[in-house]
């Protein structure tokens, strides 16, 4: 069974920081692409950032230079470490993967940035 937990979100000022940790379990964990998605209230949910097996990522425009993600094998945990933070960036944010095609979700961890 994929289990997917987020962790780290909370109230920080503009400008500020904040790390997201995902922890997986019940996958090869080393071999799956994973990714962080948000979704703020009344919006669609967005990719912001992805990052495969080997540790090549891609990154939402708007987060491009301000958020890293990054993971370690090692302990089957992602991570999205988030810099400069801004208002726009309330939402609450997803880890995701995909096996055989399906995809897997997290409950989400809010984060909310107050101006």
């Known amino acids: 069974q994929v289990r997917l937990v987020e962790s780290g979100g909370g109230l920080v000022q503009a400008g500020g920081s904040l790390r997201l940790s995902c922890a997986a379990s019940?996958?090869?964990?080393?071999?799956?692409?994973m990714s962080w998605y948000r979704q703020a209230p009344g919006k669609q949910r967005d990719l912001v950032a992805r990052i495969t097996s080997s540790g090549s990522s891609t990154y939402l425009d708007s987060v491009k230079g301000r958020f890293t993600i990054s993971r370690d094998n090692a302990r089957n945990m992602l991570y999205l470490h988030m810099n400069s933070l801004k208002p726009e960036d309330t939402a609450v944010y997803y880890c995701?993967?995909?096996?055989?095609?399906?995809?897997?979700w997290g409950r989400g961890t809010q984060v909310t940035v107050s101006s």
């Open positions: 019940g996958i090869n964990f080393k071999i799956h692409p």
């Open positions: 995701n993967t995909n096996r055989a095609g399906y995809p897997f």
